[in-house]
């Protein structure tokens, strides 16, 4: 995730999205703005800012998605963020010009209660009817104007989903004018506090419906039949773990052909640098640091984005509420709620946005536990160091109903992962004193939607974005950094052996090969795990620069994968498999988790308990594929 | 009747939540979500082993809770006026 904050205020006006969770507030933003957005986060707070921009009538606007809410009443930090956005108090952020006020149209009781609230806050307000397609289909036919009447606020219907679904709000946004006395007119004087009267409203809305004709309930029948049988009691659990399983074996078979080709467009560019360039520094530079070590990397972009794409559809549908909800009673037998299971599931990509995502949950020790177990969800970063393992040491063989070996370690590496998590989170509660604790779950099982392409797409696009961001930045500073680390000081004249084993990083490397021989790294090991606590998939593009460089004076930067064949045993990979298991290779994850939890002590429990854990696995991995014969 | 005692499939009204002291926020952040007094509320399904968590309809919403939660929340039948 790209994190910066955010210090400026750009004179365009400043038009800011309100709504509840799940009303479609995502898919006007990305309507609205298109691929034109700027994912980074509040100041202070690790809560997720998105902005992008809309030019309607040669008028820039700042189109700004706030967190989803179900009152202005700050309870949760989401909820802080949405509140003090609105009030002018957040940091950094200047008070919205015009408010947006996304409504679910097929739940119009709960999302209207909140335009009330907008309402007491005296902001500009536009209420957005979104969803009206869905409505329809269930029979609701909601008068607009006389909507508009009995809110005393401008109100447009809109489909999310549709490409051209925003276009009576971009009617109203060019009708309206947005100077400060225009938008004036939107704002109806009450007398009314603006504190919490939740009764009160709700009488208000009872009313509003009553007038509409839209007090009877009907509730989505779509969902209700599949969830007969996608929560079904036995069938549920199966088929989430067939979808899981599904998932592991397409990131790698799907990735095969991409994967390749990629592969091919970097050798072929470092051959011809290696053709064309005299033999000096800068050649080597350029080849062993920066084709081996970034190009090593990018290589793992098409798994990473097929690892998204299957994230995104689950999101998009309402599926990964429901797989919370499956998987409730499994994470309370170790201590902790459904409501865990999202924020671990999002650190299968990145536990920062995983730890990110635990503020959502509202007791205090389950969240402290889920921060505790999250980067022991396989993240994506940890997807290149498998991929390249497996490659290098795993036959592809096809087994029997079609499931490919190599895709079959994949998935046990994960549930390595996960029954670790377990484990650490029921330790945990044996320690803890649980008998005062309660674990609220509360969460809300959306009804089902088609994925919308455009909004994966546009996911894709922002993890494909930051993922190139990573290559370019973190990952190309540090092997080049390790470039010059393994490449100085040169040998004495007359030294024997590779120039490496006399530089700094060679040196390094020997100190740490004491402590991880036995484990079964060797040194060229070690010294890889070094810039790999900047971001794990760099112990891959390290890989590639130490042995490029370690090589026989060779004149290709040959690939990794056949290297590390001959040179390492079975043994050695399986053990530096079980390490990424476990070990806390990520400064970025530390660091996010000693912001949310606000100090140096979780975050340094977290970076001894993992090392230990991790070093535990490999030692008895290795010595128990020694014992096999696989030294 | 409390919500976590009420069979599935069988539609109820919403009293009200109870204020427990031990839970102060949690009855709050079920008004917010909609339990609300009057508010037609039915339990869905409950997971195999114990039953927890519900699946509950409440107006047009949907939401898992767990036993303890439901159990905060009171509920009469349609025909019962105040």
């Known amino acids: ?631 | 009747m409390k919500l976590d005692q009420l069979s599935n499939n069988i539609t109820k009204r919403v009293k009200r939540v109870d204020h427990d002291e031990l839970l102060p926020e949690i009855a709050h952040q079920l008004e917010e979500i909609g339990f609300i007094p009057g508010e037609r509320v039915m339990v869905m399904r409950r997971n195999l082993l114990g039953g927890d968590p519900l699946m509950v309809r409440v107006g047009l919403s949907t939401f898992a809770l767990r036993k303890k939660e439901a159990a905060l929340i009171e509920v009469e039948d349609l025909s019962d006026h105040d």
């Open chain 1, 1 to 631: 995730m790209t994190e910066s904050t955010i210090h400026f205020y750009p004179k365009e006006p400043l038009i800011a999205l309100v709504g509840n969770p799940n009303c479609g507030k995502t898919s006007i933003f990305n309507l609205l703005t298109g691929g034109k957005q700027k994912v980074a986060n509040y100041a202070g707070v690790t809560v997720e800012r998105k902005e992008g921009k809309l030019v309607l009538n040669q008028q820039v606007l700042r189109i700004l998605d706030l967190p989803g809410v179900y009152s202005l009443y700050p309870r949760s930090l989401d909820e802080h963020i949405t509140c003090n956005v609105l009030l002018g108090r957040a940091t950094g952020e200047k008070k919205p010009d015009l408010v947006l006020c996304v409504l679910d149209a097929t739940n119009l009781r709960r999302s209207l209660r909140l335009v009330l609230a907008l309402k007491r806050m005296g902001l500009p307000c536009i209420v957005v009817l979104n969803m009206m397609d869905v409505a329809q289909k269930r029979g609701l036919n909601i008068n607009v104007t006389q909507l508009a009447k009995e809110l005393h606020l401008p109100v447009v219907s809109t489909i999310g989903v549709e490409s051209k679904g925003d276009h009576a709000l971009r009617e109203k946004l060019k009708e309206i004018d947005l100077s400060k006395s225009g938008l004036n007119e939107l704002v109806e004087v009450t007398n009314q506090s603006p504190s919490y009267q939740t009764e009160a409203d709700n009488q208000v809305v009872q009313n509003i419906l009553k007038k509409l004709g839209l007090d009877q309930q009907i509730a989505d029948p779509i969902s209700d039949q599949l969830d007969r049988t996608l929560l079904h009691p036995i069938l549920g659990p199966l088929i989430l773990f067939v979808v899981l399983f599904f998932i592991f074996q397409a990131v790698f078979t799907w990735a095969a052909y991409p994967m390749e080709l990629i592969k091919s467009v970097t050798d072929g560019i470092s051959q011809l640098i290696l053709e064309n360039f005299p033999d000096n520094w800068i050649r080597s530079l350029l080849v062993y640091g920066v084709i081996a070590g970034a190009g090593g990397v990018l290589v793992f972009l098409p798994q990473i984005l097929i690892l998204f794409f299957f994230i995104l559809i689950l999101e998009e549908s309402g599926y990964l509420p429901r797989a919370a909800y499956l998987l409730d009673r499994m994470m309370g037998s170790v201590g902790l709620s459904g409501r865990s299971f999202i924020p671990l599931l999002s650190s299968f990509a990145c536990a920062i946005p995983g730890i990110m995502a635990t503020r959502t949950i509202t007791n205090a020790r389950d969240r402290l536990v889920t921060i505790l177990i999250a980067p022991l969800m396989t993240c994506s970063a940890r997807l290149p160091v498998y991929a390249l393992l497996i490659g290098a040491f795993i036959p592809s063989r096809e087994l029997p109903i079609g499931i490919d070996l190599q895709g079959l370690v994949l998935f046990s590496l994960y549930l390595s992962g996960i029954v670790g998590a377990m484990i650490v989170a029921w330790v945990l509660k044996k320690i803890a004193n649980s008998k005062t604790s309660f674990h609220p779950l509360m969460m809300e099982l959306p009804s089902y939607h088609f994925p919308s392409l455009k909004n994966v797409a546009i996911g894709l696009w922002q993890r494909l974005f930051i993922f190139l961001h990573r290559v370019g930045g973190t990952i190309l500073f540090l092997t080049i950094a390790l470039w010059f680390l393994a490449s100085f000081p040169h040998p004495p004249t007359g030294a024997e052996g590779p120039a490496i084993e006399y530089s700094l990083a060679g040196m390094l490397g020997k100190l740490l090969a004491t402590i991880l021989s036995p484990i079964g790294f060797n040194w060229e090991i070690s010294i890889a795990l070094v810039p790999g606590m900047a971001a794990r998939e760099v112990v891959v593009s390290s890989l590639g620069t130490v042995y490029a460089l370690a090589g026989q004076a060779g004149d290709t930067a040959e690939a990794l994968t056949p290297l590390i064949q001959h040179s390492w045993s079975l043994a050695t990979a399986l053990s530096l498999l079980a390490w990424f298991v476990f070990a806390p290779q990520c400064l970025s994850t530390i660091a996010a988790v000693k912001r949310e939890t606000g100090g140096y002590k979780i975050p340094a429990i977290i970076l001894t308990y993992l090392f230990l854990l991790a070093y535990l696995a490999s030692y008895i991995t290795y010595h128990v594929a020694l014992s096999l014969g696989w030294g």
